[in-house]
């Protein structure tokens, strides 16, 4: 059974930063797309970033250049690392995994998913 477990999250001021992690376990780990996704409350699920089996990354236009996504296979493990962060960033925040189409706005199409960690930024 796929297990993925959030951490990482709290509480930061506006321009400041966060690295959140990700540990999976119950399947082939570096075989599998993999992502990030946040909500916030009163709105849908968006799409943050992604990484392909091969290493390939894609981004939410509006955290370009601002956020980095990584995954130490041996480990077992993805990392979010979230910089300049901003107000209307507050969420929970979620790991995925497993997606035929590894991208951000492929969310519906994650078939696992962890329970989220809750990353505040105050302004």
């Known amino acids: 059974q796929v297990h993925l477990v959030e951490s990482g999250g709290g509480a930061v001021q506006a321009g400041g930063s966060l690295r959140l992690s990700c540990v999976a376990s119950?399947?082939?780990?570096?075989?599998?797309?993999m992502g990030w996704f946040r909500q916030a409350p009163g709105k849908e699920r968006e799409g943050v970033a992604t990484i392909d089996s091969d290493g390939t990354t894609n981004y939410a236009n509006s955290v370009w250049g601002r956020f980095t996504i990584s995954k130490d296979n041996a480990k077992n493990t993805l990392y979010l690392q979230m910089n300049s962060l901003r107000p209307e960033e507050t969420a929970m925040y979620y790991c995925a995994a497993d997606s035929p189409g590894c991208l951000p706005s492929r969310r519906t199409d994650f078939r696992y998913w962890g329970q989220g960690t809750q990353v505040t930024v105050s302004a």
């Open positions: 119950g399947y082939t780990y570096s075989s599998y797309c």
